[in-house]
């Protein structure tokens, strides 16, 4: 059974920065593409990052592009969301996510099918 485990989120002001981080078990961490994604109140929940198991893929949405960060360390069986310059309208519930196959490049949202418990960001203006 696949455990992911996410923590870092928490209160910050526009403009700050936050770096959440995911450890995973269950799964052969190394193999499988990981995301995140994130569910603001009254919203569907929407793709974010993810990172392909070979690391050389990254995949970002246009909200996301310029001031997040995906990473992971495979030894640590972590990935890794860096998030700069953040604004009010990232507020959210933040989810890690792992690709439902292994090999996978993670440039299908709809191919995650693990999900953490989520870790909550609120960004104040």
């Known amino acids: 059974q696949v455990l992911l485990v996410e923590s870092g989120g928490g209160l910050v002001q526009a403009g700050g920065s936050l770096r959440l981080s995911c450890t995973a078990s269950?799964?052969?961490?190394?193999?499988?593409?990981m995301g995140w994604f994130r569910q603001a109140p009254g919203t569907e929940r929407e793709f974010v990052a993810a990172?392909?198991?070979?690391?050389?893929?990254?995949y970002y949405a246009n909200s996301a592009k310029g001031r997040f960060t995906i990473s992971r360390v495979n030894a640590k069986n972590t990935v890794y969301l860096q998030m700069n310059s953040l604004k009010p309208e990232d507020t959210a519930t933040y989810y890690c996510?792992?690709?439902?196959?292994?090999w996978g490049l993670g440039n299908d949202p709809r191919s995650f099918r693990s999900w953490g418990q989520g870790t909550q960001v609120t960004v104040s203006s």
């Open positions: 996510a792992a690709d439902s196959e292994p």
């Open positions: 269950g799964l052969t961490f190394k193999n499988y593409a």
């Open positions: 990172i392909s198991w070979s690391t050389y893929n990254e």
